[in-house]
C-alpha cells in the first residue's frame, strides 16, 4: 500500500448577501480549503477529494437547526477548488472582543446555552464542530448563536482529505494536540488518527466564553507552536482558570464572576476528557437552570411522509390577523434559503465569479507552476506551492440585489397563490401575459427564468406540502412542466409515494450480504460517474443501500443489470433521503416495468420488444420495413433502453425532462419515446445496412430530447390505447385500492392505463407469444374501435371528439359479407382482390379512399385474424403508415347491435 | 489494495444486552456490536428487530436504548483514545517540541492566515506584464523584436557552423597528409597525437561558442525583460507615445536552398484529424489528429518571417500564459542531461532561440537532477517507514536495488517537465523515460510508460495543457523489429489507454475539450499511416457529421 499524495488545490466557499431582513439573515460563504489527490491501485478512476468532500457534504444540508448556520450548496470549480454557501450572519463573537469589554454573566450564559444547543443537535447527528472560535459564533438579529463551518469536520471525512488542519490554535483541545495533525508531514504516525470527539467542542466552548467573561483574546501574539505548548502543559495545573487569567492578566475579572460561571468555566477547561462533560450533559447541567427554562427545545418540523400528523403542532393565535402583522413586503425573505439560492443562481449569480471580483481567487499562470518530476505512481515533487492552493477561510457575501432587481414586478400574490380556486392559479399576478407568454417558450429556457421559476416553485411547494390532498392538481401542474428545485418530491407525488417511508426503509436489512453484492458492486463504479454526487464515495454507499434495499424487499424479483442506472435519478434527486429514493423505485417498476426483473423475465421482454416492433410499424412501416429487411431487430439494440427507461443511455440531464413527460403517461408510452429516437435518427438508419447500425447504436448518438418529447407525445397521442395491450403488464390493480379512492388522480385519457381500465367482452384476448410475433401490425380491441368510431351503444356521447385520432375502417370480407351488416363508416376492400401479384393495391374506388385517407389509422376488419394480419401486412410493405387489425375479428362486433346494412345506394 | 491497508484498525468488540418482558417471561437480548459503529444506527435497529424477531411494543425503547448504548460507548472510546494520546505526551514518548513544530508547519503551509506573506516574484510579475502586452497592440512590436534577437542567434550559429566546419575541414586535410606520412616519417602515436590535439581543438572551438551563445542569450534575454517592462510602463502612462517601431531585421542569409528543404518537408508530413466523443452518457467532445512528422517539428521554428511563421509564433506567445498550454511527451533514457541522442537534439533546438521568460534548458535539467536525488531520498526514508508493513513483490526490491546503484537516474514511467517560451508550438516538454521494453512488441496496459502516460495527461488536467502531444508507438525511430503487426499493436494499446485515460480525466476536470495529437515517425509508409487512421475511428467514437436536410 501507498498513498502518494499530491497538492492540488483547495476549496473554498462563498456566501449569499443579506435578506435585509430584520433578523440580518445572509448567505455567506468561503472556506478555502487545500486538497490532496490520493491515487489508489485498484483499476478504477481515482476519485478526487474535492468530489468525496461534495458527497459527504450532502448530508449538511438536511442539518437545520435555528443555532446552526443552515448549508445551502458546495460547487466545484476548476483545480478542485471548492465554494461552500452557507447562512451567514454579519456579527460573532469577535465583535464584543473587538471593543475589549466584557460580557455581563446573563449573556454569557445566554451564549453558552444557545451554542451547547448546537453542539448536541450536530452530536446527535454524529457530527462535531472541531473549529469553534469566536469568528465562527455568530449573532442573529435577535442575539441567538448560530454556530458557523460547523459541517468542516464532516464534510472533509475529519480532516483527511485536505491537507490543513482543521481548528484554530488557541481553541484546540489538548487532546486534540496530542493526537497531532491528520498530515504529519513525516507520514509515519499517518492514517491511524481517531476522529476528535464532541469533548473537544466544548473546551473550545470553555476557551470562548473564558474570552468573554475577561474581555481579551488568549494567547495572542505567540508563536502556534508555543500556542500549543502551553496548552499542553495545562494538564500540570490544578486549576486551569486561574492559570490562565495568571497567565493573562486578569485575575481580577475571572475572581469577580458569579459562582455559576466559574463552575461552567471549570467544566468546560477540565484538562482530562474522559472528567470533561459532553454538550448533552452539560446541556442538563444546573448552571444553566436559569436559562434552560426560557427557550423551548427545538423541534424538528414532520417530513411530507411520516406517520404522525403534520399540523399536530400548528397553534394558531386567536386572532388570526396577527399572524399577518409585521409583513413588510419581503416575501422573498420569507423563502427558504435554498430556494432564494437556486433562484439568485439564475439571476445571473456566478460564485466563481464573484469571488474572482472580490480578488480571492487569484492563481498564477499554470506555466509557472508544474512540478519539477513525478514518479510512476504519479508522486510529484519539485512544484511550488500556490498561494491559491492555501485555505483561504474568509466570507463573501453574496448581493441579492441584482435578484431582486429581477423579482421587483413579481406581486405579492405570487408568493401565496390560492389553491383552492382553480381559476386564480396564474391569472392574479400582473405578469400574466408575461406567464403565458413564458410558458409556451422551450423547456431549457423556462428552466432558466427567474420569475417564471419563482412562481412554479411557489405553486408547486404549496401543492406539495398539501399532498396527497392536492393530488390531482399536482398532475394538472405537472403536465406544464416541472420546476427543478421540486423535482424530486413532484415525482414522488406523481408516483403515488405515501405512507411513512422511512419506517419501511429502516425495517429492511441493507447490510446483511446478499449473493447479488458483488454485481452491485462492480456495477455502481460504472454508473452514470460523470456525475459529481453519483461518483462520490457517498453517492456509491447510497446507491449501494437503496438497490439492496430493492432486492431483498422484492424477493420474487432479482437483480438485473441496468437497475442501477434506473436507480440513479430517484439517487440524485433524493440524495439525501434514500427511502423517498428507495420508495419512488418501488413505485416506478411495477407502473413501467413490471416482472422486467423476474429471474427469467423473457416473456415479458420478448412480448414487450414485438410490440415494440409493431409500434415501428404501425408509425414508421418505412423505417419498419428497412429495419426488418437487414435483419436488425429490436432485440439487439432496445433492451437496455426499456430494461431501464432510457436511463442507460441518455446522460441525468436528459432523463429528468424525458421522466417529467414518462411519468404522466401510462406503461405503453415507453414505446412512443422508443420510436420517437429511432425517427431522429431515420435517415441515418435508412442509408445504412446492418453492421453500421449495430456500431450507430452501440453508443447512441446525440438526441435531442426535447424533440423526442414532443414527438412521442405526438406518436402516443395517435396510438390507440389497446394496440399496445401486453399479456404480461401490470394486472389492473384492485378495486378499492387505498391510493386510488378519495383524491384519486384524474383519469384522463392518456393517463390511465389499458390494464387499469375495466374488462369486458371487448377487450382485447391474450394471445400466445408466436402469434404475436406474426403480426406486423398491432391489434386493436373492439372497444377502442367503437370508441374511436364514435359508435355509441347507448345514446350519450362519453367524449368530445378532439384529441383522438381520426380513424378508417377497412372491412376485407367478401362484398357479399359485407353487405349483410358492416361498422358504419367502413369501405370494403375484398382481400381476394386487392393486391396485385407484385404486392401494389389494384387500383378501385375503394383502395383510392384508402389512398386519401392515407395518414388515418387503419382498422382491418375480418373473419379471420389471419387474413387481416396479411392484409395488414401488405400495406405496411407498401408504406401505410398506422395500420392495425380488429382483435377478434368482425365476431367481435356481431353482439354490439351495431352493424349496418348498407342502404342500397352505395 | 485498500487505501487503508496500514491502518491499524481498533474495532473493539462490545456487548449490548437489552431486556424486556412479553407476557410473563424476561428475554434478554445480546448483541455483539463492532466499535467504532460504522452503521447508522436505525438500520441497526431494523435489523435486529428482523432478525431477532422482536415484538413491536418494545421497538421504541430498543432503539433508545441501543442508541444510548452506542453514544456512551464511543464517548468513552474517545476519551480512551484521547487520553492514552496524552499519556504518550506526559510519557515523553512523542516529543512535545517536534508535535508543536509538525502543528505550526501544518498551519504555515496551508493556511493563508499563518503563511508568511508572499515575497514578490519578479517572474510573475514579469509574466503578468507580458500576458498583458501581448494581448494588446504590441504584440507585433514584441514579435518584432523576438524575431530579431532571433536572427541574430541564428547568424552566430551560422558563424559557429562555419567555423567548425572550417576547422574540420582543415583537420582533415591534415590528417590526411599525416596518414599519408604514416608508416615512414609518422608512428601510430604520432597519428594519435595529432587527433587528440584535433579533438581538443575542436572542443576549444565549441566551448568557445557555447560562451559565446550563453553570453549573447543572456544579454538578450536580460535586454528583452527591461525592454518590456519599461513597453509596459509606458505604455500605462497615456502621454507619452513610444511607438518605437521595431522593424524586421531581414536575414543576412541567403536560404533559398533550405526553403526548398523545409517545403519538401512539409510535404513529407501527413495528419489527419478527428472529432470525437467520449462518455456512455453524458459526452464531452474532444479533437484527435494523426500526424506523422518527426517530434522536433513541433519545437523548431522556420527561419524566415513567413507570415505564417509569425502567425505560429504568435499563438504560441499570446497562450503562453493562459490556460491552454501545448505540451510534448518526448520519450529519454534514463540520464538528466542532454548529451546524446534525442535529448542532445532537443537541447540544440531549444538554444535556436533565446528563452526570454524561462531559464536556459541546462539550468532547468539541474533543478531536476536536485530535485531527483531529494525524491530518492524522500521516497527511502519513508520506505524504511513502511518496512514493517512490508510491501508487495520482490519487483520493488529490484528497483530499489536499481536505485541505490545509481539514484540521480530516473526509472522507466518516470518523467520530469521542461517549460520553454522558444518553441514554435509546444510550451511544455514531458521527458517521459522509456527503457528498450518499449521495443519489444508485448508491452502492456500496466507497463511504466502507459503509466507515465496517464500520468503526464493527470499533469496536462491540472495544469491546463490542452493540446498535448503523444508519440503513438512510443518511439520516435522507427528499427526493423517494428513490423506492421508490432505497429498496429502498439497503436491499439496506446489509443486504448489514452482513451481510458482522458474519461477518467473527466472527472477531474469535468470534460474539458482538449486536442491530443498522436506522432507517428516519418518513417513509417504512407499505407501505414492511413491503416492507423483507419484503427482510430473504431477505437474512439467519431462524433457523425451533423446532416442538415430541410424538413418536408
Known amino acids: ?117 448546537g453542539l448536541d443537535f450536530m452530536n446527535k447527528h454524529g457530527m462535531v464542530h472541531r473549529a469553534l472560535s469566536a469568528h465562527n459564533v455568530l449573532m442573529d438579529g435577535k442575539g441567538r448563536v448560530k454556530l458557523a463551518k460547523c459541517g468542516l469536520y464532516h464534510m472533509t471525512d475529519h480532516g483527511k482529505d485536505v491537507d490543513f488542519p482543521i481548528g484554530y490554535p488557541s481553541y484546540l483541545a489538548p487532546e486534540v494536540i496530542a493526537q497531532g495533525t491528520v498530515h504529519p508531514t513525516d507520514s509515519s504516525q499517518g492514517d491511524n488518527l481517531m476522529p476528535t470527539g464532541p469533548k473537544a467542542d466544548v473546551w473550545s466552548l470553555g476557551v470562548l466564553l473564558f474570552e468573554l467573561c475577561v474581555g481579551r483574546k488568549l494567547l495572542q501574539n505567540i508563536e502556534i507552536s508555543e500556542k500549543l505548548k502551553f496548552i499542553i502543559t495545562l494538564g500540570c495545573m490544578d486549576d486551569i482558570v486561574t492559570v490562565l487569567a495568571e497567565e493573562h492578566g486578569c485575575l481580577d475579572a475571572i475572581k469577580d464572576l458569579p459562582k455559576n460561571i466559574l463552575t461552567l468555566l471549570r467544566k468546560c477547561l477540565t484538562f482530562l476528557p474522559s472528567r470533561r462533560p459532553t454538550p448533552a450533559d452539560l446541556l442538563v447541567d444546573p448552571v444553566f437552570e436559569g436559562v434552560s427554562c426560557l427557550y423551548s427545545p427545538f423541534q424538528q418540523p414532520v417530513s411530507l411522509f411520516s406517520s404522525s400528523l403534520r399540523c399536530a403542532h400548528l397553534e394558531l393565535p386567536e386572532d388570526i390577523r396577527q399572524l399577518c402583522k409585521g409583513e413588510d413586503e419581503d416575501y422573498l425573505g420569507e423563502r427558504s434559503i435554498d430556494e432564494v439560492y437556486h433562484l439568485w443562481c439564475l439571476a445571473g449569480g456566478d460564485l466563481e465569479k464573484e469571488l474572482t471580483n472580490k480578488g480571492i481567487i487569484q492563481s498564477k499562470p499554470p506555466v509557472c507552476t508544474p512540478p519539477n518530476f513525478l514518479l510512476e505512481d504519479g508522486e510529484a515533487f519539485g512544484q511550488g506551492r500556490d498561494r491559491s492552493f492555501l485555505l483561504d477561510d474568509t466570507t463573501v457575501t453574496l448581493s441579492l440585489c441584482q435578484l431582486k432587481n429581477r423579482l421587483k414586478d413579481v406581486s405579492g400574490e405570487a408568493y401565496y397563490p390560492l389553491l383552492e380556486d382553480e381559476q386564480s392559479i396564474l391569472s392574479q399576478s400582473v405578469s400574466t401575459n408575461d406567464l403565458s407568454c413564458t410558458s409556451s417558450l422551450p423547456l431549457i429556457i423556462r428552466e432558466r427564468d427567474t420569475e417564471y421559476q419563482l412562481i412554479r416553485i411557489v405553486l408547486f411547494d404549496r401543492l406539495l406540502k398539501a399532498y396527497p390532498y392536492k393530488k390531482t392538481h399536482v398532475w394538472k401542474e405537472a403536465r406544464v412542466d416541472i420546476p427543478p428545485l421540486c423535482r424530486g418530491l413532484a415525482w414522488a407525488a406523481l408516483l403515488g409515494v405515501e405512507g411513512d417511508i422511512q419506517a419501511r426503509y429502516d425495517t429492511i436489512d441493507k447490510d446483511t450480504p446478499i449473493p447479488t453484492d458483488r454485481q452491485i458492486e462492480v456495477d455502481i463504479p460504472r454508473c452514470h460517474q460523470y456525475d459529481e454526487l453519483l461518483s462520490s464515495p457517498q453517492g456509491h454507499r447510497k446507491f449501494r443501500r437503496v438497490l439492496k434495499a430493492w432486492v431483498v424487499s422484492h424477493p420474487d424479483l432479482v437483480y438485473w443489470q441496468g437497475l442501477d442506472s434506473l436507480c440513479a435519478p430517484f439517487l440524485w434527486l433524493n440524495f439525501n433521503n434514500e427511502a423517498l429514493a428507495y420508495a419512488c423505485m418501488s413505485a416506478f417498476i411495477p407502473k413501467y416495468l413490471y416482472n422486467f426483473f423476474l429471474k427469467d423475465n423473457s416473456h415479458v421482454i420478448q412480448e414487450y420488444l414485438t410490440v415494440f416492433s409493431q409500434m415501428i410499424a404501425f408509425h414508421d412501416p418505412d423505417l419498419s420495413n428497412h429495419l426488418n429487411e437487414i435483419g436488425f431487430i429490436p432485440d439487439l439494440y432496445a433492451i437496455p433502453w426499456f430494461l431501464t427507461m432510457f436511463t442507460h443511455v441518455f446522460p441525468l440531464h436528459k432523463i429528468f425532462h424525458l421522466w417529467d413527460t414518462l411519468l404522466l403517461g401510462n406503461s405503453s408510452f415507453p414505446f412512443c419515446i422508443g420510436v420517437a429516437i429511432l425517427q431522429q435518427l431515420r435517415d441515418r438508419l435508412l442509408a445504412n445496412g446492418f453492421n453500421e447500425c449495430i456500431l450507430l447504436f452501440s453508443d447512441l448518438p446525440e438526441i435531442d430530447i426535447e424533440r423526442c418529447v414532443r414527438d412521442s407525445v405526438n406518436l402516443f397521442c395517435w396510438t390507440p390505447k389497446s394496440a399496445t395491450y401486453r399479456q404480461h403488464a401490470q394486472p389492473p390493480k384492485a378495486q378499492g385500492d387505498g391510493s386510488n379512492n378519495g383524491f384519486g388522480k384524474t383519469s384522463t385519457y392518456y393517463s390511465t392505463d389499458y390494464q387499469d381500465m375495466p374488462k369486458s367482452d371487448l377487450s382485447r ?76 393495391l389494384v387500383q378501385c374506388p375503394a383502395t383510392g379512399i384508402l389512398q386519401s385517407f392515407r395518414g388515418r389509422v387503419i382498422v382491418i376488419i375480418s373473419h379471420s385474424m389471419k387474413s387481416a394480419a396479411m392484409f395488414a401486412e401488405h400495406l405496411v410493405k407498401v408504406n401505410y403508415p398506422r395500420v392495425t387489425t380488429l382483435d377478434g375479428g368482425i365476431n367481435k362486433m356481431k353482439p354490439t347491435g351495431l352493424l349496418t346494412v348498407p342502404s342500397p345506394q352505395i | 489494495m485498500k487505501k487503508n491497508k496500514g491502518k491499524i484498525n481498533v474495532t473493539t468488540e462490545k456487548e449490548f444486552v437489552f431486556k424486556f418482558k412479553a407476557g410473563k417471561s424476561d428475554c434478554i437480548l445480546n448483541v455483539p456490536l463492532q466499535f ?160 587528440s590535439q584535433h579533438f581538443d581543438a575542436q572542443q576549444v572551438l565549441e566551448n568557445k561558442w557555447a560562451n559565446e551563445l550563453k553570453h549573447v542569450t543572456h544579454i538578450q534575454k536580460q535586454e528583452y525583460q527591461q525592454w518590456v517592462i519599461k513597453l509596459h510602463q509606458d505604455m500605462q502612462n497615456p502621454n507619452s507615445t513610444i511607438n518605437e517601431e521595431i522593424k524586421v531585421q531581414p536575414s543576412q ?18 495528419e489527419e484529424s478527428f472529432t470525437i466523443h467520449l462518455g456512455a452518457q453524458l459526452k464531452t467532445m474532444h479533437n484527435l489528429r494523426l500526424v506523422r512528422a518527426d517530434v522536433l517539428d513541433f519545437c523548431k521554428h522556420r527561419r524566415h518571417g513567413s507570415s505564417g511563421t509569425k502567425l505560429r509564433r504568435l499563438q504560441t506567445a499570446l497562450s503562453l500564459y493562459s490556460s491552454s498550454l501545448c505540451g510534448l511527451v518526448l520519450l529519454v533514457d534514463n540520464r538528466v542531461n542532454s ?135 512510443l518511439v520516435h525511430d522507427m528499427s526493423e523489429e517494428m513490423t506492421i503487426p508490432w505497429c498496429l499493436k502498439r497503436a491499439e494499446l496506446v489509443f486504448k489507454c489514452v482513451k481510458g485515460f482522458m474519461m477518467e480525466m473527466a472527472s477531474w476536470d469535468g470534460g474539458i475539450s482538449r486536442t491530443v495529437q498522436f506522432l507517428v515517425p516519418q518513417s513509417i509508409s504512407e499505407e501505414m499511416f492511413y491503416q492507423l487512421s483507419n484503427m482510430l475511428p473504431q477505437i474512439f467514437r467519431v462524433s457523425s457529421t451533423l446532416t442538415l436536410t430541410s424538413k418536408h
Open chain 1, 1 to 117: 500500500m501507498h498513498i502518494a499524495k499530491k497538492r492540488t488545490s483547495f476549496l473554498f466557499a462563498v456566501a449569499i448577501q443579506s435578506f435585509e431582513h430584520d433578523d440580518r439573515r445572509a448567505l455567506n460563504c468561503v472556506v478555502l480549503l487545500l486538497l490532496e489527490l490520493s491515487t489508489c491501485d485498484n483499476g478504477l478512476p481515482l476519485t478526487p477529494n474535492s468530489i468525496k468532500i461534495l458527497g459527504r457534504f450532502q448530508l449538511l444540508k438536511t442539518i437545520s437547526h435555528p443555532r446552526l448556520c443552515q448549508y445551502v450548496d458546495i460547487t466545484r470549480g476548476k483545480h478542485e477548488r471548492l465554494v461552500v454557501v452557507a447562512e451567514h450572519y454579519d456579527n460573532s463573537l469577535n465583535d464584543f472582543q473587538k471593543m475589549g469589554q466584557t460580557v455581563s454573566p446573563d449573556r454569557v450564559l445566554q451564549i453558552a446555552y444557545d451554542a451547547l444547543e
Open chain 2, 36 to 195: 467504532p459503529v460504522q452503521e447508522n444506527v436505525t438500520d441497526l435497529h431494523g435489523r435486529l428487530m428482523l432478525l431477532h424477531k422482536i415484538p413491536c411494543f418494545v421497538e421504541n425503547e430498543l432503539k433508545s436504548t441501543l442508541s444510548s448504548f452506542i453514544e456512551r460507548e464511543t464517548i468513552q472510546d474517545y476519551d480512551r483514545e484521547a487520553e492514552l494520546a496524552l499519556q504518550r505526551l506526559t510519557d515523553g514518548e512523542v516529543d512535545i517540541n517536534q508535535l508543536t513544530n509538525t502543528w505550526a508547519k501544518a498551519y504555515a503551509e496551508t493556511t493563508l492566515e499563518h503563511a508568511r506573506p508572499e515575497e514578490p516574484s519578479w517572474d510573475e510579475d514579469f509574466a503578468d506584464v507580458y500576458h498583458e502586452l501581448i494581448h494588446s497592440s504590441a504584440s507585433d512590436t514584441l514579435l518584432n523584436l523576438e524575431h530579431n534577437y532571433f536572427v541574430s542567434i541564428s547568424e552566430l550559429i551560422s558563424e559557429r557552423d562555419m567555423e567548425l566546419k572550417k576547422l574540420q575541414e582543415r583537420q582533415a586535410a591534415e590528417m590526411d597528409k599525416v596518414m599519408q606520412e604514416l608508416g615512414k616519417s609518422m608512428t601510430d602515436h604520432d597519428v594519435n597525437a595529432v587527433a
Open chain 1, 765 to 840: 384476448e391474450p394471445l400466445a407469444l408466436s402469434d404475436l410475433k406474426a403480426e406486423v401490425s398491432p391489434r386493436i380491441s373492439a372497444e377502442d374501435l367503437i370508441d374511436l368510431c364514435e359508435l355509441t351503444v347507448g345514446a350519450q356521447t362519453k367524449r368530445s371528439k378532439t384529441g383522438k385520432p381520426k380513424i378508417l375502417a377497412v372491412d376485407i370480407r367478401s362484398i357479399e359479407d359485407f353487405g349483410r351488416g358492416h361498422i358504419s363508416g367502413s369501405i370494403n376492400i375484398p382481400y381476394s382482390t386487392a393486391f396485385s401479384p407484385d404486392g401494389e
Open chain 2, 253 to 270: 542569409r541567403t536560404e533559398e536552398s533550405e526553403q526548398g528543404a523545409r517545403l519538401y518537408e512539409e510535404q513529407q508530413q501527413l
Open chain 2, 339 to 473: 548529451y546524446s541522442g534525442i535529448k542532445r537534439d532537443f537541447a540544440t533546438v531549444s538554444k535556436e532561440c533565446t528563452d526570454f521568460h524561462f531559464p536556459r534548458l541546462e539550468e532547468q535539467l539541474d533543478v531536476v537532477q536536485q530535485v531527483v536525488l531529494y525524491a530518492r531520498a524522500h521516497r527511502s526514508s519513508k520506505h524504511k517507514d513502511q518496512l514493517e508493513a512490508p510491501r508487495n513483490g520482490c519487483s520493488n526490491e529490484d528497483k530499489n536495488k536499481n536505485l541505490e546503484r545509481n539514484s540521480s537516474n530516473i526509472l522507466p514511467g518516470e518523467f520530469y517537465i521542461s517549460r520553454h517560451s522558444n518553441l514554435s508550438e509546444v510550451h511544455i516538454v514531458f521527458h517521459l523515460c522509456v527503457d528498450d521494453n518499449v521495443r519489444s512488441g508485448n508491452i502492456t496496459a500496466r507497463d511504466p510508460a502507459i503509466m507515465g502516460l496517464r500520468n503526464i495527461l493527470k499533469v496536462c488536467c491540472t495544469h491546463d495543457v490542452t493540446t498535448i502531444t503523444i508519440p503513438l508507438l
